[in-house]
């Protein structure tokens, strides 16, 4: 059925832009839905992008210059959310329908029709939240944590359209998980065992399982919100017996599984592109396994360490902060081995390889200031400034970002035949590596002096700081507009690829413990009667 389906699909682009857009909305091809998914995620980038380059223009100069305070946190609200939830996880999704069934030799996902559903789900969900903007009292201003009280007794009317937009992405999100899992379990080719997948596999099927445990207490937490304005429950108020800090345990009881559902597929997609441009095997695999599950296990656990400042038990504290610090060792082994694979390899300097390689020096730098969040009585005084900013900044940019922009340069030539220019890409990569670090680097200084984050003003001592970290951001914001441009060229009037693109990284690709049985970059012979 499904051979037939893309055959049919493929057909129909044939005939006319009405059936070629009707194949885009009834497809059940992995291929289409991840490239859909690839491209809302950009436009959800640029949009959440541009929402950040409101407020560092707010922030170039201290006092009150372009927007509103109201409107500037209805700005710092929507890009996290649009960033988190529009951006980073559906281009991860779409990854995975594009390169889980070919690297583990299925014909499609397990279930293709709950995968274009789970996709169209989203921009009727994104779109529901980008209204809330022109509704009475503007959009969600609570941060993109939306804590309660806040968010339930003195936010704008707006507010239950959020949580339904939540409810839908949610949905999403389970939906395209089952098929993960589905798909991963019943549809590996014949002696592709769980310890022969490739990797970027492997860290989609426990990210699956994140979602999958994850997930249902967001949408418990932003139903009970729902009950708190509209049917006059006091689940998060104290007035009527309820518990604020109860929110902030829901929430990140979520939240920070969530944190690790958008960085482990980026592991995986290290783990592939490193190995490729050393020629030489990952260094460590069963480890790599290891670390992933250990590092999903652990993320459950660590959830308080968001949560010093409300007045935990001291024993809570030490658990958390112990369980934290846990946390580098499996990620220690992760750099260690990305780094043992680069050891005498015979390294190319590629655009995907920079990515990667700006990959592992910027996370481990977001990593460092996260074991520095993670000391209990310090936590205290970096809580709520600009130092936590610039930390899951450092860990998500070059983290989900920069991994995300590796893999498509990496993937290209196997996803539309042509090649980029590599010139441009590296150019590309420059271009926002210099960025990235203006933007974010100074913020650990301004957070470590006590500037308070998610304010549109700020004292006079920080406008030096201010001013580099907004001219970064339009410097980094202004490359992934030259990143589009790059793309639609390599479609459009891209050179052809070759069967190899990368020299000398045949049967390298997808990185398996031994040679690949299945798939390569090479071309299989054809076979001759």
């Given amino acids: 059925m499904d051979v037939a389906s893309e055959h049919s699909t493929d057909h129909d682009a044939h005939h006319g832009p009405a059936k070629g857009f009707t194949r885009w909305v009834y497809t059940t091809n992995h291929k289409d839905i991840g490239t859909m998914y690839l491209w809302l995620a950009f436009a ?28 500037f946190n209805q700005m710092t609200t929507m890009h996290g959310l649009i960033m988190v939830f529009g951006a980073v996880m559906p281009a991860f999704v779409g990854l995975a329908n594009w390169l889980i069934p ?23 969900a994104f779109g529901l939240l980008l209204l809330t903007l022109f509704m009475d009292g503007g959009g969600p201003n609570f941060g993109w944590t939306f804590y309660a009280p806040l968010s339930t007794q003195y936010a704008p009317p707006s507010v239950t359209f959020f ?12 939906m395209g998980a089952i098929n993960v899992i589905a798909t991963i379990i019943n549809m590996r080719a014949p002696g592709m065992t769980l310890m022969k997948m ?27 919100m729902l009950m708190d304005i509209n049917f ?13 800090v109860l ?27 490193v190995p490729a441009f050393s020629r030489k095997r990952l260094f460590g695999y069963s480890s790599m396994v290891y670390a992933t599950a250990s590092i999903a296990i652990l993320s459950f656990m660590v959830w308080a360490h968001h949560m010093f400042t409300v007045g935990l038990p001291l024993a809570g504290e030490l658990f958390f902060m112990y369980a934290t610090m846990m946390i580098a060792v499996p990620t220690g082994v992760k750099v260690f081995n990305w780094i043992s694979t680069m050891f005498r390899g015979s390294l190319t300097l590629e655009t995907p390889m920079l990515f990667a390689i700006a990959f592992i020096v910027l996370f481990t730098i977001g990593g460092f200031s996260g074991l520095m969040l993670a000391i209990s009585p310090a936590d205290f005084q970096y809580q709520d400034t600009y130092f936590v900013v610039a930390h899951f900044h450092y860990v998500l940019v070059p983290g989900a970002i920069f991994s995300i922009i590796a893999a498509a340069y990496f993937w290209l030539p196997k996803w539309c035949g042509r090649m980029y220019d590599e010139k441009l890409g590296k150019i590309h990569f420059w271009w926002s590596f210099v960025g990235l670090n203006l933007t974010f680097f100074p913020m650990h200084f301004v957070g470590l002096a006590g500037m308070p984050r998610r304010i549109p003003d700020y004292a006079l001592q920080f406008a030096d700081f201010n001013m580099i970290s907004s001219i970064g951001a ?14 639609v060229k390599c479609i459009l009037t891209g050179e052809k690829a070759p069967a190899c693109p990368w020299e000398g990284a045949e049967g390298l690709e997808w990185t398996l413990p031994s040679p690949a049985p299945y798939h390569s970059f090479t071309v299989p012979p054809k076979f001759e009667d």
Avoid: C, K
């Fill in 232 to 244: 006059g429950t006091s689940y998060f108020s104290a007035a009527g017996g309820g518990d604020p």
């Fill in 198 to 224: 490739p990797l970027f596999v492997w860290t989609w099927l426990i990210t699956a399982f994140l979602l999958l445990a994850a997930m249902p207490v967001l949408a418990g937490v932003v139903t009970m």
């Fill in 247 to 273: 929110f902030q345990h829901l929430f990140w009881f979520f939240g920070h599984p969530e944190v690790y559902i958008m960085i482990l597929p980026a592991f995986g997609i290290i783990s592939h592109i």
């Fill in 44 to 71: 959800m980038f640029l949009i959440g992008g541009s929402m950040a380059m409101v407020i560092r223009a707010e922030l170039f100069q201290p006092g009150l210059q372009l927007v509103q305070p109201g409107f």
């Fill in 163 to 174: 949580i339904f937009s939540i409810h839908l992405m949610g949905l999403s999100s389970i």
């Fill in 474 to 487: 339009f410097i980094f914001g202004t490359a992934q507009l030259f990143f589009l441009y790059i793309v």
């Fill in 102 to 124: 070919m690297m583990i030799g299925a014909p499609d996902m397990a279930l293709p029709r709950m995968n274009n559903l789970s996709f169209w789900i989203l921009p009727f």
